[in-house]
């Protein structure tokens, strides 16, 4: 059957070909077309696979070279060429070869006075012109010039026919050359009047396609930097400028334009080099083998020379195929071999000292405990010794909320919320409505009345002490302090001050902070502390929904960006910070918002005032870089209430962010923490990330093409009038908060319960230590059995922090740790069976500096795994080494995780390593039925997908790339042998799903979070098939009522495990602007819209047969001199 189906349809291509029968031209054209013109597209391609496309060109070929050619055969001809032609590939090819472009064009010159027939030729010609080669043979035989004959000023006849026409234009401009031949021949200028007059007489918007389609072809000739030039040079910025109104900006109906119209704007805005003396960081820093060995680049003009020319040859044409993944790694070899320690084995004897839990004496310890000692002062956390004088006065504080914190967690054991189906933070902020801005900054504590009066009594009592909140606002925390330097009424209001400093903050002392703060080193040596870290943040009642964002807000802030270029009467372009200036920038009595960032974790390089209210700010590259411009966090003061400051970033790298996507930045107000809410809180509105005109040069990328840069722009309006806010990408997370964090956990842990060890693993290149610690349970007692149970249990390593700004990483790790110590039954289970070494910060220089992804020598240390340098990237070498240690004596961890954050996509997630998954993905010849691999590397992870509110299993990846060949997790998977090694990736922003969708990550999500980790390792442990039966018994007595959750959630049967539903990534945004200039997004020539126009065009009448003088025809004598 199917053969004589074939036959048949070849029968009638051969005869349409062959005939001179007219009737039975117009016979076999009528079955072709009602053939086509029902059911699928596989029609249309079985019919050319069978040779139709090139059977139509040569019936049109000959019935055009007739003496009098035949419409009632070319018109259902012509459109039978658009359908079929649209999905031949090789269409544009075949017309070539058949020389069926030649007498297409012949027929439109000779039917410009006739709309119907015309329009039919339009059709062939925009088919013809989608492929570029062919579009570019139309631009030498003159295709434009007969198609400005075409497209008249403003006229309400023949609409359809101009319509075709600057689509067809628009699509020939691709072509490289036809756009060289455009600018040479002045169609800019034409363009722009045509622009004009449309837009002037289309008061009702009834041809918005018309106007579309001649901003599409001005948009591809500005492609070209000869373009932009002659853009320029015909004030088409202005010209654009004056026909877009604010009005207009979220009209629906004007969508096609706006989008065309804002990409041109953005596409021809002069490229300039960002406001700075230097491309490289403020900051820098010797160090051996530095990178940076060449001096700063200084920034010129001629670094930012436009763009050029598009990159590669657009008159020639590429086949849509599918791309190999070049990144997956494809070598079985590199994936399955198991490589030696990078240093002699002798050298692993060192880090047997960090690991004195193997070799101790449980006597000694015992005895240095003493038989006397109140163990009752631990567990309540009622005072804690200290050890050092310049610390004694902080350690008599928040005893109580430290000993009420550690009472809520043994109140409502981790299982137990599990059980019942909810977290640790509520969850009735789900419910809310939306909110405005200003009401979701007072709903959190912000601006509300009822603490105006707390305040100006905080005020009132401390006015005799000369009260200067900003020099509250940002303590110093050297000797000086409390010594010398300053009035001594400024320490006794600090002290006043700290008096006030509420209790219910856990885990948290400003005095202990301020004494570790002066050991902290810093490449510039900060004397000042910023508030929050010292103060203390209290996390919120409840989550923050994500911000739903304002359709059209996007336009509205290019356009303004855009005013700055057209309209610049009202920029003050005043720089009011800078930490390339020696000298003070800021006046004090002047209009304008005061900047400081040079505090620990501090990140702003300069301010520009804009407007009276707007501010453009760029951030600090990595010290010893030139890149890396992302994490944020300063200070800001001398603001008004009530009014609505817009902030501009606009030295930011990433192409994307999830500030696109509901996220916000983070704020912290110290008149709020003062009145008894110091709180980070999330807040801003209008706010979107997007492609700005700056560029970044080629010497700062190493001699690649100049890179743009991307503003972050959001709108806030203070509560308070001359507040002093702090302001950040998320929530700052310092190496003093840690090393404070520390040294409590230290000491209220119960020494005989608890093994808590803190020690250091090495020195960094600032010379800051990194942190090692140990926590795992004391033996329950000396005896012999006890001593070999302890220093037989398996080892867990957790590492954090490695890139500076993803502190949501170090929140995370907080609560991990807070967890581990605690006298919930599963932390005690836990400790009893694992011993857990953990590295909480292994980039601290890079924290302490504001980096954002680096260490001090400008490199990622998550890219020096493979053979890192202790006198380089000491703290990546030696936690190596240790990992080394651990294999070489039998005793490689079971899990190791790298907790990271992730800016472009939402929820946690896990990343581990599969050799038949990267296999698979790659689609490798190589068979991976005889490849053996343990596959227990995705029950973690499926075991978090069930427990964890913000998990999901959905974004968890198991390929092994090639760029990520020497990081954490899979040098530790392919060196070490963990086959369950990760990167745990919590999003910056928030949650797509499950019992947090909606809503944005906390402080307490994410702590959290870090305890539903260390919840998945024990179950992970109870599912496995090497569990003893000892263990299980002694799970099931330790948790006694929570055997019933145990149960329910660790059942070891998991063939009932439904599937989840992979959840994508954020779709783009409605109003989202593709500065791509081979953007072919606004003209994508539509099947079912030419079909559509087809079928009206064959039912309607001929359009305007008749040949009058229009309005607009008399008008072209002007435009066309």
Known sequence: ??????????????????????????????????????????????????????????????????????????????????????RDKKFGQKALELEALDVTLILARKNLSHSQNLLHCLWALRVFASSVTTGAMLGINGAMELLFKVITPYARKRTRTIRAATEVLAALLKSKSNRRRAVN?????????????????????????????????????????????????????????????????????????????????????????????????????????????????????????????????????????????????????????????????????????????????????????????????????????????????????DRSSWGQEREDTVQTSLLSMVKMGRSMVHLASKKRPVMSSRQNVQSNGLGIDSFEKKLCDIQASLKEDAWDIDMISCPRMHPSFSNSTGPRETVEVIDKLLETHPKHIPFHDPYLYMSKARRTKSVVDFEMMAFPDFWGHCPPPS?????????????????????????????????????????????????????????????????????????????????????????????????????????????????????????????????????????????????????????????????????????????????????????????????TALMTHLDILEKIVNPKQVYFRREVLCQTLGGNLCPLVTITAM????????????????????????HPGESNASWVMKGALEFLVSSDPVARLLRENFIFKIIPMLN??????????????????????????????????????????????????????????????????????????????????????????DVSYRTLPKILDKLAPAFTMSSCSFLVEKSRAATARVVVWREVGVSRSYTMESSYCGCNQGPYQGLQFGTSELEEMGAMFCLGLLILELKSVSCSHQFLTRAASLLKAEEEALDHHLRRCSSTTTPTTELDDEPPCMEEIDYNTDSSSGHRWSFSELDRQIQECALSEDEGAEEEKGPGQERNAILYP
């Open 844 to 933: 601290p220089d890079g924290v302490i500096n504001g980096n954002h992804r680096c260490s001090l020598r400008g490199e990622d240390l998550n890219r020096q795994w493979i053979s890192p340098k202790a006198h380089l990237q000491p703290t990546i070498y030696h936690t190596k080494g240790l990992l080394y240690y651990l294999r070489s004596i039998g005793r490689s961890p079971v899990v190791f995780c790298d907790f990271h954050g992730h800016s472009q996509k939402k929820n946690v997630f896990l990343y581990g390593c599969s050799i038949k998954e990267t296999l698979w993905q790659a689609e490798c010849p190589v068979g991976t039925s005889t490849l053996l691999e």
């Open 185 to 397: 021949r002045g169609y800019i200028t034409i363009l722009l009047r045509l622009h004009q007059d449309w837009h002037s007489h289309d008061t009702a918007n009834a041809y918005v396609l018309i106007r579309q389609g001649l901003l599409l072809c001005l948009q591809h000739i500005t492609s070209l930097r000869s373009g932009r030039e002659a853009f320029l040079a015909a004030q088409g910025m202005e010209i654009l400028f004056s026909t877009m109104q604010v009005s207009c900006l979220d009209d629906k109906s004007m969508e096609p334009i706006i989008s065309a119209a804002l990409q041109i704007l953005r596409q021809c805005y002069p490229k300039s080099p960002l406001p700075l003396a230097t491309a490289s960081s403020a900051y820098a820093f010797p160090v051996p083998g530095s990178i940076t060995s060449e001096p700063p680049h200084i920034l010129t003009e001629e670094d930012f020379e436009d763009d050029g020319d598009e990159k590669g040859d657009k008159d020639s044409d590429s086949e849509d195929t599918k791309e190999e993944d070049d990144d997956l790694e494809t070598d079985v070899d590199k994936l399955s071999a198991k490589p030696g320690p990078d240093r002699p084995e002798e050298e692993l004897v060192q880090y047997e000292a960090m690991c004195l839990e193997l070799s101790c004496s449980f006597e000694e310890l015992e005895s240095k405990f003493g038989d006397d000692l109140n163990l009752t002062q631990y567990v309540n956390h009622h005072h804690i010794p200290t050890a050092a004088s310049s610390e004694q006065h902080c350690l008599n504080k």
């Open 543 to 735: 989550a923050q929904s994500m911000l739903e964002r304002k359709h059209g807000i996007q336009r509205f802030k290019i356009f303004e960006d855009v005013r700055r270029l057209i309209q610049p009467s009202d920029i003050i372009n005043k720089v009011v910070y800078s930490l390339d200036e020696p000298w003070p920038l800021q006046d004090t009595a002047s209009n304008c918002l005061r900047f400081f960032s040079k505090f620990e974790s501090g990140n702003l390089r300069k301010a520009i005032q804009v407007r009276e209210f707007e501010y453009d700010l760029l951030v600090n590259a990595d010290v010893n870089s030139a890149q890396h411009q992302q994490w944020f966090y300063f200070k800001v003061s001398g603001m008004k209430a009530a009014i609505p400051y817009r902030f501009n970033i606009i030295n930011c790298e990433k192409p994307n962010s999830q500030f696109n996507y509901g996220m916000q930045p983070t704020l912290y107000s110290v008149k709020e923490a003062l009145l008894g809410k110091p709180t980070w809180i999330r807040t801003g509105y209008e706010i979107c990330y997007y492609t700005n005109h700056y560029r970044q040069s080629a010497a700062a990328t190493g001699g690649e093409s100049a890179k743009c840069h991307y503003t972050l722009t959001f709108t806030i309006t203070f509560p308070h009038e001359e507040d002093v806010c702090y302001l950040a990408y998320h929530y700052p997370y310092t190496y």
């Open 779 to 802: 033996p329950e007692s000396n005896s012999a059995d006890h001593v070999e149970q302890f220093r037989h249990r398996p080892y867990q390593v957790i590492t954090a922090r490695v």
């Open 1 to 86: 059957m199917a053969e004589q189906e074939a036959s048949g349809l070849q029968v009638l291509l051969r005869t349409l070909q062959s005939s001179l029968d007219r009737e039975s031209i117009l016979t076999i054209l009528q079955v072709l077309g009602d053939m086509l013109s029902v059911g699928t597209d596989r029609r249309i391609h079985y019919m050319i696979s069978k040779g139709g496309s090139e059977a139509l060109l040569q019936t049109l070929v000959d019935t055009a070279r007739t003496a009098s050619p035949d419409y009632d055969i070319l018109l259902p001809l012509f459109r039978l060429l658009a359908k079929v032609g649209l």
